[in-house]
């Protein structure tokens, strides 16, 4: 099993800047992947950005790349989102979420924290 939490969300302005952060415990030595999802409000959750937990190789989305950095922590079990340049259209609640394998779902999901950003 492996536990995820997030933290950092909250409320800023256009064009402001935002970091969340997922801490990770239980059996984190088994990630192979964590991503980063949002949800906007009546939108499907959608995947923003990953990274390999071993080799740090990343991809993002369209709509995000060059804004939001997405980088880890192994040492101390976490993975964060740096969110630049921020628009109303970010404003979601943001997931971390890890699986095991390359061709295996997300199992592991944290709680989620809300971002909104004011016009």
């Known amino acids: 099993q492996v536990q995820l939490v997030e933290s950092g969300g909250g409320l800023v302005q256009t064009g402001g800047s935002l970091r969340l952060s997922c801490a990770a415990s239980g059996r984190t030595w088994s990630i192979y992947v964590m991503g980063w999802f949002r949800q906007p409000p009546g939108k499907e959750r959608e995947l923003v950005t990953t990274i390999t937990w071993s080799g740090g190789s990343t991809s993002y989305a369209d709509s995000v790349k060059g804004r939001f950095t997405i980088s880890r922590d192994n040492a101390k079990n976490r993975v964060y989102l740096q969110m630049n340049s921020l628009k109303p259209e970010d404003t979601a609640i943001y997931y971390c979420?890890?699986?095991?394998?390359?061709?295996?779902?997300?199992?592991?999901w944290g709680q989620g924290t809300q971002v909104t950003v004011s016009s």
């Open positions: 979420a890890a699986k095991l394998g390359a061709r295996m779902e997300y199992a592991y």
